[in-house]
């Protein structure tokens, strides 16, 4: 019988000693066993990454040109320095509960008016929803200073400021167009 | 390669230059350290299932799950302990799962292999049979400091409690382990 409890621990770790020695050594294959398993993991990772690409990428490919077909903006040529008047048609928009138009500009492109000089120096106006309106379109009056493509957006809200429909307008303004007042719709 | 002059000596700390090539997925020093590590953590995984099957299934279920997150190992000098900290959870697991189904204990299934196995030697059946007598974190407790050679610190970190309760329970462990084992 052993009391002390540094006996029991020496008695303890010379059994495990012995026990070690009798104990059989792992399989020579173990090694091979453990890197094979760790090739096929890998393997089934790089399957699993292709299944998922297979999968997703149709979805994806039918996501994009979905968003094309739903928000592929419209796009028009204008010189640059000259003030064009944008014609948005708003038809189909006749019978919804509009109450503003937003209408925001992209940099270099400024609002021109007459009237309303000061209308230059904003960026983003917002206006009335009015049925006068009669010809179906909302008419804007912008200028470019720099060629390039500059997307013009367009937001449609109802009386609790709620977007009921966006749009954009893409306006390809290059330098090498004639000058002189012009109008795209 | 330097790294293969390296004698095999178990037990001892496995060099920080080999897991950090490992580590960078030189897999000569991956199979080095498997080769260096194995012996003691298939012994450790032996006295625990008490079935060569059922031990060298745990080993690599245990190797391929460390390997496979080595990159996330800041400290080199870690390596040996989550090994032993990754056996430890996969065996609860296992004995968890296998008390659930309320299966046979894993010393029980021994031999079910067939003739073909070499019988297992009758010290490591007794000690095996001592160790049944304990729950699970407490056969790991006096593995990873009697048999593996773990300081009481060391062995907290990998069982994740206090040194204190190391101290506390490792006494009774002991005192548990050595009379099943002298029981006739």
Request: aromatic share 8%; glycine share 4%; proline share 5%.
């Amino acid at each position: 019988m052993v009391d002390s409890n540094r006996e029991i621990e020496d008695r303890i770790r010379q059994l495990f000693d012995a026990g070690d020695e009798a104990l059989p050594e792992p399989s020579p294959f173990l090694e091979t066993r453990i890197l094979a398993r760790l090739t096929e993991d890998a393997h089934r990772a790089k399957l699993r990454r292709w299944r998922r690409w297979a999968i997703l990428s149709p979805l994806a490919a039918g996501a994009l040109v979905l968003s094309i077909l739903v928000y592929r903006p419209a796009e028009f040529e204008a010189p640059v320095n000259t003030s064009i008047l944008i014609r948005v048609e708003v038809e189909e928009l006749r019978g919804s509960a509009i109450a503003y138009a937003e209408v925001e500009l992209p940099d270099d492109v400024t609002f021109y008016s007459e009237k309303y000089p000061e209308l230059t120096e904003e960026r983003e106006i917002r206006l009335a929803w009015l049925d006068r309106y009669e010809e179906d379109s909302l008419p804007i009056v912008v200028r470019a200073s720099t060629p390039g493509l500059k997307r013009v957006k367009l937001r449609f809200l109802d009386e609790n400021e709620t977007v009921l429909e966006e749009r954009q307008l893409e306006i390809d303004f290059r330098a090498s167009l004639e000058h002189g007042d012009s109008s795209v719709s | 390669m330097g790294l293969l002059l390296m004698e095999k000596t178990a037990g001892e700390p496995l060099p920080n230059d080999l897991v950090e090539a490992a580590r960078d997925g030189d897999q000569k020093a991956l199979s080095l350290l498997i080769e260096r590590s194995q012996t003691q953590l298939y012994r450790f995984c032996m006295y625990l299932t008490g079935d060569p099957r059922l031990s060298e299934d745990l080993c690599q279920d245990t190797y391929v799950k460390v390997i496979e997150r080595l990159k996330s190992l800041r400290e080199p000098g870690d390596f040996r302990g989550w090994l032993y900290r990754t056996a430890k959870n996969l065996y609860i697991d296992q004995w968890r799962r296998a008390k659930k189904r309320e299966v046979l204990p894993l010393d029980l299934v021994q031999g079910r292999h067939g003739a073909l196995e070499e019988p297992m030697p009758d010290l490591v059946l007794q000690i095996r049979s001592a160790l049944a007598c304990l729950d699970p974190e407490s056969q790991v407790l006096l593995l990873l400091i009697d048999q593996q050679g773990y300081s009481y610190r060391e062995a907290s970190e990998i069982l994740g409690i206090t040194q204190a309760a190391v101290t506390s329970r490792i006494y009774r462990v002991r005192r548990t382990f050595w009379e099943a084992y002298e029981k006739p």
